[in-house]
């Protein structure tokens, strides 16, 4: 042991080629991705290191020209297509909510026509005018104008089939278009929806 001491203290070239080797950096490669094949390593799964912005450029110059790239263009058109049918989706959706609301409004409205019917058969005999009913009539009008209901049908207006119901035809040389004479039975629509043709008498030129 002395003796080997001794021998490096002697030999001073070998202890300057030690301390060399000793000064040398060691390089070890610890790249995620291979630079030949632009494969994951093995164990780079397992690294839980926050990569830097430096870090990443670096990572897409070690990968090879064209590599990986039809996949990325793939998942891109995946994408797009995911959230274009999400956009179609939300559209049916909001457009069945509104048709649903749009007939449950209608179906409450129509199921009440009769009362309307009855309040305009008793303000055409007076029957409404200064009493208390007569409130109550403006009330319930006003609550379902808010829902878009509107009454149809009144005398002097052209006929419309779309929207009246002829229960009567009467000639008349004072015309030139069918136009209604009498309102037997108002009608009404809420928005664009005809809840009930108004029964109508009609004039119609005469021959």
Request: no cysteine.
């Amino acid at each position: 042991m002395a003796a080997d001491k001794d021998k490096k203290k002697r030999d001073p070239a070998a202890n300057s080629r030690h301390e060399q080797d000793a000064a040398e950096p060691v390089v070890r490669d610890k790249r995620r991705i291979d630079p030949e094949t632009g494969e994951a390593r093995a164990g780079a799964e397992a690294v839980d290191e926050k990569l830097t912005d430096e870090d990443l450029a670096k990572l897409l110059e070690e990968v090879p020209e064209g590599a990986g790239a039809g996949d990325a263009s793939e998942h891109l058109n995946d994408l797009k297509r995911v959230q274009a049918e999400y956009a179609n989706y939300r559209k049916r959706v909001d457009r069945d909510r509104y048709v649903a609301r749009e007939l449950a409004v209608a179906e409450v409205i129509t199921s009440i026509l009769p009362v309307l019917d009855d309040l305009d058969l008793a303000h055409a005999h007076g029957d409404l005018e200064g009493s208390p009913l007569e409130l109550v009539a403006q009330k319930i009008r006003t609550i379902f104008g808010r829902y878009g209901l509107e009454q149809i049908g009144a005398v002097g207006e052209p006929f419309d089939p779309k929207l009246h119901e002829a229960i009567a035809q009467l000639p008349s040389k004072d015309v030139t278009e069918q136009t209604i004479a009498d309102v037997v039975q108002p009608g009404y629509k809420s928005g664009e929806r005809l809840l009930r043709p108004a029964k109508v008498a009609v004039f119609v030129p005469e021959a």
